[in-house]
Each structure stands twice: as structure tokens, then as C-alpha cells.
């Protein structure tokens, strides 16, 4: 698969599951020494009920339920991609995974 290839099926299986921010979705190669790293930058919101604390002074403080939902999101990502692009045939796959919070 074309890296053209592979970025347009990365994005496109991501935003069909929906949940995502597709303003907030990037998916694109690396440059240099990680050329061949695919890096998706994608945006969550937080969780219903979130006791996060968000001052833009200090470090964020997420709270549990807010973490759970992250890692739920990266490993749902990283399936999804691996799959849409046929990187399961690498061991490490090599696909960086950038979530943030709306």
C-alpha cells in the first residue's frame, strides 16, 4: 500500500466509527528517520460525569474515568488502524498514536 494509500484508509476507517472529532483528526507519515511511522493525532471529548482539573496555569489532573476512556480510545485506534492499513504484519507496528481532550 502507497503511503497516500495508507493515510486515506487509516482516516477513513477512524471516522466511520465515529466518537472522534473529525476536525480534530490528522493521520500522516513521519519525516526523516521515522518515514516509516504513520501518526494519528485525533481529539476525544471528556467523559460523561468528568472530574478533571483543567487550570491553564498548572498540569491538567484527569481524573479516573477520564484516563479509562483514553487508553480505550488508543487501543480502539490502534486495532482499527492496524487493520484498515495491514501494519499487523510488523511486530511493532510503528504507529503513533497522539490523543488529546476537546
Known sequence: MTR???TKAAKQALLSIGGI???G???R???GT???W???YASIEHAAGCTCVLDPDKPAKICD???????NWYSIIENIVTIATG???YRDKRIGIHLDFD
Open 65 to 71: 474515568v477520564c484516563k479509562a476512556m483514553y487508553w
Open 4 to 6: 497516500q494509500g495508507e
Open 21 to 23: 472529532n473529525p476536525n
Open 29 to 31: 507519515h513521519g519525516t
Open 87 to 89: 501494519r499487523d504484519q
Open 34 to 36: 521515522a518515514c516509516g
Open 25 to 27: 483528526l490528522r493521520v
Open 38 to 40: 504513520l501518526e494519528i
